[in-house]
């Protein structure tokens, strides 16, 4: 029995499938490579001793996708695969339902036909809106501010709605906050398009010299020093929480959401000056003007996901920053 991974070769994707096979899973991996390169899979051999099972397929097409459900005895679906850009989400809204709530459906319904009803899902922090307090628990009002949110929220409903319908499905619904760091190794890491719209990628391509500084976006928020705060979490932590939600959703039926947070928050400068720190390298910045969307304060409770998964953050900030640099220096082009 195997475990399908939409979105493999992504970043979270990516760590997720060598902590899977490194348990002992048999790993299957779907990715359109529209946001990551084909090189991630001979990594994912490279670390993990094992080659994953690939098909280049986007999920939205549903016979190149059942082709994959025939080819393989699948237990159960980790789904990361969906646009994930916030900003590009509200230029181009359409763009944003049609792949990440197509994809779902299609997949969703793949599914239901080839009785594999075990669900992990990538959900995102992004559901607790503008209008709650953190620490953010899981029974808290949900909301978004921006199209790729509302996939993200509007994909935990449908979940939610095919269990309440059919009884024999089991999800997880995984509640990130904000993923940084790299595998230790410095062979996978984040390797995003374009300009960075993410605070640690920026930081380590002005460190690595790409781009002049960094702008820190908003420095009269209702916080300790003025900027955002946020709950970094390391991605091998956060892929560790897949397999532990994994073995849960085996032997449970139902849907339950967790954050997968260290349940600490710390603000843009204390990110700057704990990379500097850290890596000895310096990081010019200038404040600027806050960006339309993001709020003052974000951090988990993560008390769900401990109880009920047996769930721990590992890995601080100084070594989220460390693994972060190590990535990127080694890799100053990213997979290219
Ligand atoms: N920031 C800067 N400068 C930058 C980039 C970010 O100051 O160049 C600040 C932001 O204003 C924020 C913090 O750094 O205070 C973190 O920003 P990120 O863009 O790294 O992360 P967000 O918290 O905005 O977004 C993340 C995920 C989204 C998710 C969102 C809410 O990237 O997918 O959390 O959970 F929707």
Redesign the pocket.
Known sequence: MAILVTGGAGYIGSHTAIELIQAGYEVVIVDDYSNSKPAVIDRIEELSGKRPAFHEVNICDKDKLREVFEAHELEAVIHFAGF?A?GESVLEPLKYYNNNLNGTIVLMELMNAFDVKNIVFSS???VYGMNNTAPFTEDMPLSTTNP??TTKLFIEQFIKDQAAADKDWSAALLRY??PIGAHQSGRIGEDPNDIP????P?ITQVAVGKREQ?????SDYDTPDG??V?DYIHVVDLAKGHLLALENVLKTTGVEPYNLGTGVGYS?LDVVKAFEKANDVAIPYQLVER?PG?IGT?YADATKAKAELGWETEFSLEDMCRDSWNWQKSNPNGYA
């Open positions: 994930k916030v995102s922090a992004t790729y949110g906050f904000n719209n993410n605070l640690m920026y960094l702008s820190v976006f908003g900027t955002g946020r843009v960006r993001d974000s």
